[in-house]
């Protein structure tokens, strides 16, 4: 699954395999946007993104030794903030400093009827992590999640 | 999986020679066709379990084993704590103690046909199933503690089920050396709301028949007899467990090379058992796994209510409760002697074999119960331990069908309703809040649980016993 390209993208986020779980994956032009198209990516593992109104704002700050690690650990954060909610997001802000990160994100209360929540994401694992530039030079950020 | 990379021992067990820096060989139990269809990582990663420290006999890879994080699920290995020995919060995952339990109901298939559907609508809308869904038991600081402490018992003093019901928990419904202490205000407010919930992915409340019986002395043991109706539950630790998981594999994972430990894989995050963080895990670990009993002994509790008004002569009694994502302390022979070791099971069941002292008096003459989850359209089975099974893989066995198909596959292959269609078709009604889930946990989404089971029957890991059939099921 992912979503749809156009020509003049920035970002976008896609899904790749795992036998029992799911992969998320952000491709930004910048570290932020790759990250900011990976949160899209969980988001849309549990539910169809364009049902999800940006209406509310949560902040989100979090740190960690590396940039792999400060990946899971936004991912991880998102996932708290969902389950402590009962909300999902479908945009996303994110600044880096060094190895610290802080996000805007904006959604709305879960609905069941109309979301239809697939799944619940348990958390954000170290399976096919990482946050890297391919060969074009953009930034590629993805882990597994576990449901 | 390459055959190549084995050496058969047995018509069921595989073996992986120590190399690199594997401390003990790798052994998997499986058929041959099982083995052909396992990925590649499950060879890795049951490789990778091997070279970490203080790991006793092998590294053990049950018959439903699949691509897990850092263990393979379905995978079990043991570690001495004298010998420098590990606990990995990977090794027992994220849904800490996510396991099954079996309730007796008293009726049969005659009693059910009736009220089926009044049945699968009054438990879709008492049991609380699905992402967002919130449950009836609120918990302040206090409780939460309390029910951290204290498991099923906990609930079970708290009017959430039968005095009786304990005798048949694992660790009797309470597990000992639970800290709450050392779990998060971030876990624990993810749970404040989840008490007696089903949660979702591949979790369920399942009304089943019992329609074959392998094994008529265990049966009777059992209580259960051909025609039988049964309830099972599949659920675990919901967001606290996850919230455990995710905080320790990060700690685990950042203080391994302060204790000299070289991970493979950062998903394997392990600390020495007798280090700072390794007790720290294990004290929340351990309220995790309370947290699950308890969970589960709402949710049956919430079940009981249902068949009162649904089915007044139904008599729920508990069966048995399993749990198959933990780390326990068990003692095992090792080279003649009795060690005490921290048994790490992976989505695998324990299935400890006749006479053991942690099997309930009234079934300890056959030996434990063991609950494998199927799908919503195949079946489950009940297992029993056996003797040969306590030197196989510390007495262990598979949990379930294992998925064989991404949820991305499913999703293209299937729509809910198409399903949910085709089951009602077959008898099976299934209630979920979402179409969509469905579609992701579609029985062809999994591999034949049968196969599975006959491999650990084969292997002598646990013995059949029945096969169940779902006729209601509830996913979240």
Redesign the interface.
């Known amino acids: 699954m992912q979503q749809p390209r156009s020509e003049t993208e920035e970002a976008r986020w896609e899904h790749f395999p795992h036998e029992a779980d799911i992969g998320v994956r952000g491709i930004g032009s910048t570290k932020e946007k790759a990250f900011e198209a990976a949160g899209l990516a969980v988001t849309a593992v549990i539910t169809d993104l364009a049902s999800v109104s940006p209406m509310q704002a949560v902040q989100i700050a979090c740190e960690a030794p590396d940039e792999e690690l400060l990946l899971v650990d936004w991912l991880n954060a998102l996932v708290y903030e969902m389950a402590t909610r009962k909300m999902l997001f479908s945009r996303f802000t994110v600044h880096l400093n060094d190895h610290s990160l802080h996000a805007t994100a904006w959604g709305e209360p879960i609905e069941v009827a109309r979301h239809q929540p697939a799944v619940e994401v348990k958390g954000a694992t170290y399976t096919a992590l990482s946050v890297k530039r391919d060969e074009q030079g953009r930034w590629i950020a993805q882990c597994v999640v576990d449901v | 999986m390459d055959l190549k990379l084995l050496k058969r021992r047995g018509p069921d067990e595989w073996h992986i020679s120590p190399h690199g820096k594997m401390r003990v060989p790798g052994v998997i139990y499986a058929t041959e066709s099982l083995i052909r269809g396992m990925?590649e990582?499950v060879y890795e990663q049951v490789v990778n379990v091997a070279t970490l420290p203080g790991i006793m006999q092998a590294s053990y890879a049950m018959p439903d084993a699949?691509?897990?994080?850092?263990f393979p699920?379905g995978g079990v290995a043991a570690f001495d704590p004298d010998l420098g020995g590990v606990v990995s919060a990977g090794g027992v995952?994220?849904?800490i103690s996510c396991g099954v339990r079996t309730l007796r109901t008293g009726l049969t298939v005659e009693d059910l046909q009736p009220v089926k559907e009044r049945l699968a609508e009054a438990l879709f809308h008492r049991i609380p199933a699905?992402?967002?869904?919130?449950g009836l038991v609120h918990l302040d600081k206090h409780e939460m503690d309390a029910m951290l402490a204290g498991g099923a018992k906990w609930a079970v003093g708290k009017g959430y089920g039968l005095h009786e019901d304990l005798e048949f928990i694992e660790e009797r419904g309470c597990m000992a050396g639970a800290k709450p202490e050392n779990v998060s205000d971030?876990a624990k407010?993810?749970q404040q709301d989840e008490m007696g919930t089903l949660?979702?992915?591949n979790h369920y409340l399942e009304v089943q028949q019992v329609v074959t019986l392998f094994d008529a002395e265990a049966a009777a043991v059992f209580g259960i007899r051909e025609g039988d109706i049964v309830v099972s539950i599949h659920c675990g630790s919901r967001?606290l467990g996850?919230?455990i998981?995710?905080e320790f594999?990060?700690s685990m994972?950042?203080s391994a090379a302060r204790y000299h430990i070289e991970l493979p894989?950062?998903?394997l995050?392990c600390a020495p058992i007798n280090s700072e963080v390794g007790q720290d895990y294990l004290g929340a670990m351990r309220a995790a796994i309370n947290c699950a009993l308890a969970n589960r002994q709402i949710v049956t509790h919430l079940v009981r209510e249902v068949f009162a008004d649904v089915l007044p002569e139904a008599v729920l009694s508990l069966l048995y409760d399993v749990s198959h994502n933990t780390c326990k302390v068990e003692e095992h022979v090792i080279d003649g002697t009795p060690t005490r070791l921290f048994v790490h099971r992976k989505g695998a069941t324990r299935a400890f074999g006749p006479g053991h002292s942690d099997i309930p008096p009234s079934l300890r003459a056959v030996g434990q119960p063991v609950l494998i989850g199927g799908t919503m359209g195949t079946a489950s089975y009940v297992l029993v331990g056996t003797k040969e099974s306590m030197s196989l893989a510390y007495g262990s066995a598979c949990h379930g069908a294992?998925?064989s198909m991404?949820?991305?596959?499913a999703?293209r292959q299937w729509h809910g309703r198409e399903v949910v269609k085709d089951l009602a078709g077959r008898g099976i009604l299934i209630r979920s809040?979402?179409?969509?889930?469905i579609?992701?946990e579609a029985p062809g989404a999994y591999k034949d649980v049968s196969e599975v089971v006959d491999a650990a029957d084969e292997a002598g890991l646990a013995r059949k016993v029945a096969r169940l059939e779902p006729l209601i099921c509830v996913k979240?």
């Open positions: 990925d990582k699949h691509w897990g994080y850092g699920i995952g994220f849904d699905g992402v967002g869904s919130t971030h407010k993810r949660g979702s992915g967001g996850h919230q998981g995710t594999l990060k994972a950042v894989d950062r998903e995050a294992g998925r991404s949820r991305h596959q999703l809040p979402s179409m969509r889930g579609a992701e979240g």
